[in-house]
Each structure stands twice: as structure tokens, then as C-alpha cells.
T-cell receptor, first 112, second 109 residues
Framework: DGGITQSPKYLFRKEGQNVTLSCEQN?????MYWYRQDPGQGLRLIYYSQIVNDFQKGDIAEGYSVSREKKESFPLTVTSAQKNPTAFYLC???????????FGPGTRLTVT | KQEVTQIPAALSVPEGENLVLNCSFTDSAIYNLQWFRQDPGKGLTSLLLIQSSQREQTSGRLNASLDKSSGRSTLYIAASQPGDSATYLC????????FGSGTKLNVKP
């Protein structure tokens, strides 16, 4: 059963803690993306990776970090430097950059 | 910076109606355009991808058109059903994906 999984579905953290969101795909896609979604706003690109061991900053990368050590996995770390981390985080993948994107179910992060 | 506008922001219709959702963008040099639906608290589900060389794409009761010269795409939903209730997002693709804020559709039984 091919697809994208994100875990956990809900995540709660205290301010000042780093937290890592998981994203795994078994679609054999080269490109992977992280977006942030806030109420009433469109999706905003945090980081993307076109190939293993390479990634680029998106529009709102400050306070976030990623790694791409395996083709299937693209974890996102929300650091304590992110000023307003509470949001819905979506991971996506595509066979190559700028092609049809497929999304995971999302992780809702709440930081208090 | 690309601007993507989706009109209307919200729409409520009785079951069975045909309806049109609109998406406009500011640059005609588009690569592709993708339409998604999003249910509350869920990820995005891909509906249709229109390549820049195409004028329209159909999937079941859905038909999406693309007019690059005017910077517009429409999503036509035929014979709407309560299960179509969701937020519909368009994403024109230039050097990256640009997402609109969506049209929230409610189909009443």
C-alpha cells in the first residue's frame, strides 16, 4: 500500500524544546517537501529536497532544520528558535521536482 | 512573488447542483497546475494535474480547465454530493508550488 506517512498525528511540546516530525514515503519519489499551514492561509514551503543528501530552504526556513539521509525519509526538526511553531505541518513528495505532489495526513503541533 | 486567488472563499449549495470554483494567478508562464481537496484536519488529496500544454483535464465528475493567457483555472464539479464538502485548493506551479487559500464547499443534503 503506497503512500506517505507522518507521525505523530498530534504533538504537544513546551516552549524551548526542539521537536522532530517524521515523514516517510514508499512511493520511490525523489523529491520531498515540508509545508506549514495556518488557519486562513495558504500552504507555506519550509524546506524541500530534490534528491538524497541535498535540501534547500523554502520561504520560511528560519527556526527549522531537515535531513535527507535516505530516499524514503525527510524528518523536520522544529527548534526553539522558531518564534511561532504551533501549526499544522504537511509533508509531500513527488516523483521529481515540480511534478504532481502527494501529501501525508499531517502533524498538528501545539507548543505552550 | 506569485499571487494565487481563489473565489469564492466559501460556497454552500444544495445537493445535485453543478458548480464552478475559480483560481487566478498573476503570471502566465505556468509550468503545471494541480487541484487538491482537503478535509478538516487532514492532508491534501490530489484531484487533477493539468499540464501547461493542456487546456483541460477530467476525472469522473470533476473537470478542470486552464487558461494560461488570462491566468485562470476553473474546477467544475457536476451533480454535487454531500461527500464533496471540503476545502478545494489550487496550486499553480512555476519554479515551485504556489497555493491559494482555498474555497470551502458545503453541499447540503
Amino acid at each position: 500500500d503506497g503512500g506517505i506517512t507522518q507521525s505523530p498525528k498530534y504533538l504537544f511540546r513546551k516552549e524551548g524544546q526542539n521537536v522532530t516530525l517524521s515523514c516517510e514515503q514508499n512511493l520511490n519519489h525523489d523529491a520531498m517537501y515540508w509545508y506549514r499551514q495556518d488557519p486562513g492561509q495558504g500552504l507555506r514551503l519550509i524546506y524541500y529536497s530534490q534528491i538524497v543528501n541535498d535540501f534547500q530552504k523554502g520561504d520560511i526556513a528560519e527556526g527549522y532544520s531537515v535531513s535527507r539521509e535516505k530516499k524514503e525519509s525527510f524528518p523536520l526538526t522544529v527548534t526553539s528558535a522558531q518564534k511561532n511553531p504551533t501549526a499544522f505541518y504537511l509533508c509531500a513528495s513527488s516523483i521529481s521536482d515540480l511534478n504532481e505532489q502527494y501529501f501525508g495526513p499531517g502533524t498538528r503541533l501545539t507548543v505552550t | 512573488k506569485q499571487e494565487v486567488t481563489q473565489i469564492p472563499a466559501a460556497l454552500s449549495v444544495p445537493e445535485g447542483e453543478n458548480l464552478v470554483l475559480n483560481c487566478s494567478f498573476t503570471d502566465s508562464a505556468i509550468y503545471n497546475l494541480q487541484w487538491f481537496r482537503q478535509d478538516p484536519g487532514k492532508g491534501l488529496t490530489s484531484l487533477l494535474l493539468i499540464q501547461s500544454s493542456q487546456r483541460e483535464q477530467t476525472s469522473g465528475r470533476l473537470n478542470a480547465s486552464l487558461d494560461k493567457s488570462s491566468g485562470r483555472s476553473t474546477l467544475y464539479i457536476a451533480a454535487s454530493q454531500p461527500g464533496d464538502s471540503a476545502t478545494y485548493l489550487c496550486a499553480p506551479i512555476f519554479n515551485k508550488f504556489y497555493f491559494g487559500s482555498g474555497t470551502k464547499l458545503n453541499v447540503k443534503p
